[in-house]
């Protein structure tokens, strides 16, 4: 399995930015995938996923303004941001987990993750 982020830049509050993830090895059918992200002394956040490649879940910190996608054809996962926020600054790691896990708490729904890439950077000016 390998799991490849791109597309992290410096955006403007109230922009729009599209992460790409290039995965390999593995069904997104079979699996669960998506995106979590981590700022400099928090913790780790999971933020949307698509579980056996239909049913998506996202955190209420991200829900209406981030979207989680798949190219099957050409096994990339995408999450479009928009309306982003100061603090949506962090590094945003695809992520994938062969058993689907899905995690509902009082922060909203994401899936257990069991592998991730290196991540790409996302920062938000104000």
């Known amino acids: 399995v390998q799991l490849v982020e791109s597309g992290g830049d410096l955006v403007r509050t109230g922009g729009s930015l599209r992460l790409s993830c290039a995965a390999s090895?593995?069904?997104?059918?079979?699996?669960?995938i998506g995106w979590f992200r981590q700022a400099p002394g928090k913790e780790r956040e999971g933020i949307s996923c698509?579980?056996?490649?239909?049913?998506?879940y996202y955190s209420n910190a991200v829900r209406g303004r981030f979207a989680v996608s798949t190219d099957k054809a050409n096994n990339v996962v995408y999450l479009d941001m928009k309306a982003v926020r100061p603090e949506d600054t962090a590094t945003y790691h695809c992520?994938?987990?062969?058993?689907?896990?899905?995690?509902?708490?009082?922060?909203?729904?994401?899936?257990?993750?069991?592998?991730w890439g290196q991540g790409t950077q996302v920062t938000v000016s104000s």
């Open positions: 698509i579980a056996a490649g239909t049913a998506t």
């Open positions: 090895g593995f069904n997104f059918d079979d699996y669960a």
């Open positions: 992520a994938e987990s062969r058993q689907v896990v899905v995690l509902t708490n009082s922060q909203g729904e994401s899936c257990k993750f069991d592998i």
